[in-house]
């Protein structure tokens, strides 16, 4: 092993967050126990918004995001990005008129995130999931959420994409591709995907699909 990869290793786990693989694990695992005993721990905003971003999926429990800001006095890319997410949850479960507020103070939140680093990982992944599931007459696009959640499984193949695994990421971009019609490219990773040992979220992810 050369001193670069060597170097390169100890840079990589450096760079990683232990709080952000444990909110992956927790969350791959289908585990809201541990979430909200990770929520209870979160020392930060940043790492508060990233916990719910992960709960309120497995819940549906409106309470996870009664509190969540409008804005942020100052954050990363990652954290617009999650706080855009949340606001989209919020969308989902309001009234129809609350709901097109909420939509458009989620797009200018990743506006924002995306005004920070447009490659930043979350940036990518939330900003894909948008694209995928806004209704056609506000922009939907599958292919171009497809080319998203592939950057982002580069990403987390050299470990660059904290708290995202590759599996998450591929698994997105299978169901963006199937979404697009680009039968061939889903059906290849349907395939690959379905050789690996998936956690529980990602294999209940390909049993039962959500609606796009």
């Known amino acids: 092993m050369t001193v670069g990869v060597i170097l390169l290793i100890v840079l990589t786990a450096a760079s990683s967050s232990p709080f952000a693989q444990r909110v992956q694990t927790a969350y791959g695992q289908q585990n809201p126990d541990s979430l909200r005993a990770l929520l209870a721990q979160a020392d930060s905003q940043s790492d508060s918004l990233l916990v719910r971003y992960r709960l309120y999926p497995l819940t549906e429990n409106a309470a996870v995001l009664s509190d969540i800001p409008r804005r942020l006095a100052d954050g990363s890319a990652r954290d617009w990005a999650v706080l855009s997410g949340l606001w989209s949850y919020r969308a989902g479960e309001a009234s129809i008129f609350s709901a097109v507020s909420y939509g458009r103070h989620s797009a200018d939140l990743l506006e924002t995130a995306q005004s920070h680093d447009p490659d930043d990982p979350y940036v990518l992944l939330v900003g894909g999931q948008s694209l995928l599931f806004r209704p056609a007459i506000a922009g939907k696009d599958a292919d171009e959420a497809a080319e998203r959640f592939a950057r982002l499984a580069q990403k987390a193949e050299q470990s660059a994409a904290d708290g995202i695994t590759v599996v998450e990421a591929r698994t997105w971009e299978w169901l963006a591709r199937r979404e697009a019609g680009q039968t061939a490219r889903a059906r290849a990773l ?11 979220l990602y294999q209940q992810f390909l049993d039962d699909p959500p609606d796009v």
């Open 190 to 200: 349907h395939g690959n995907l379905r050789e690996t040992a998936l956690p529980p």
